[in-house]
Antibody, heavy 122, light 113 residues
Framework: QVQLVESGGDVVQPGMSLRLSCAAS????????IYWVRQAPGKGLEWVAL????????HYADSVKGRVSISRDNPKNTLYLHMNSLRAEDTAVYYC???????????????WGQGALVTVSS | DIVMTQSPDSLAVSLGERATINCKSS????????????LAWYQQKPGQPPKVLIY???TRESGVPDRFSGSGSGTDFALTISSLQAEDVAVYYC?????????FGGGTKVEIK
């Protein structure tokens, strides 16, 4: 079955960096686009970034552009989110999610991980 | 950017009654070449990740009870729960996947009256 498992969440100080990972299994990882979505405590969902199946197309939300980098290692079936210059407002649960089909990254999200909590606090 | 506006923010409905959530996009999410609306609905229960209920505005995800239905086209959409059950207590989000940035509505909390 399809599984997405995030890791790397931590408590960090403002200005520091962090890398989240998302380990995928149960499907052909290198044929699907993957997304990062975050949710601040008690708030709604915010899409953060997407990466196409082969990594050739990458998009970011304006709120993180320039501070965040999404990447993937297809042979390792793993997605990454490198976050720099972290701010208090980046505190959130970060979910990875899969595109519902392999033909485009403009698709709904059909599988989600359980999330990784990132807390930015001094 | 396409802004997704949901209403109401919260909704209290008696068991067995109908619940309707509205979602309006700031521009059309109907793709002319394939006549599909790039609009999905998700359900999120406390402590869980979101779960897709409806995609292409009106296609029910496999395994989703048929009391959930989606409607609308262009810029105006709705999610209807025809007969609210206790397990439907959750926050519901609409999302457009027509263009980047992909955007979500603010969410509607559904409770039992």
């Amino acid at each position: 079955q399809v599984q997405l498992v995030e890791s790397g969440g931590d408590v960090v100080q403002p200005g520091m960096s962090l890398r989240l990972s998302c380990a995928a299994s149960g499907f052909t990882f290198n044929t699907f686009a993957i997304y990062w979505v975050r949710q601040a405590p008690g708030k709604g969902l915010e899409w953060v970034a997407l990466i196409s199946s082969d990594g050739s197309a990458i998009h970011y939300a304006d709120s993180v552009k320039g501070r965040v980098s999404i990447s993937r290692d297809n042979p390792k079936n793993t997605l990454y989110l490198h976050m720099n210059s972290l701010r208090a407002e980046d505190t959130a649960v970060y979910y990875c999610a899969r595109a519902s089909s392999s033909d485009s990254y403009y698709r709904h999200f059909d599988y989600w991980g359980q999330g990784a909590l990132v807390t930015v606090s001094s | 950017d396409i802004v997704m506006t949901q209403s109401p923010d919260s909704l209290a409905v008696s068991l067995g009654e109908r619940a309707t959530i509205n979602c309006k996009s700031s521009q059309s999410v109907l793709y002319s070449s394939n006549k599909r609306n790039y609009l999905a609905w998700y359900q999120q229960k406390p402590g869980q990740p979101p779960k897709v209920l409806i995609y292409w505005a009106s296609t029910r995800e496999s395994g989703v009870p048929d009391r959930f239905s989606g409607s609308g086209s262009g810029t105006d959409f709705a999610l209807t729960i025809s007969s609210l059950q206790a397990e439907d207590v959750a926050v519901y989000y609409c999302q457009q996947y027509y263009s980047s940035p992909l955007t979500f509505g603010g969410g509607t909390k559904v409770e039992i009256k």
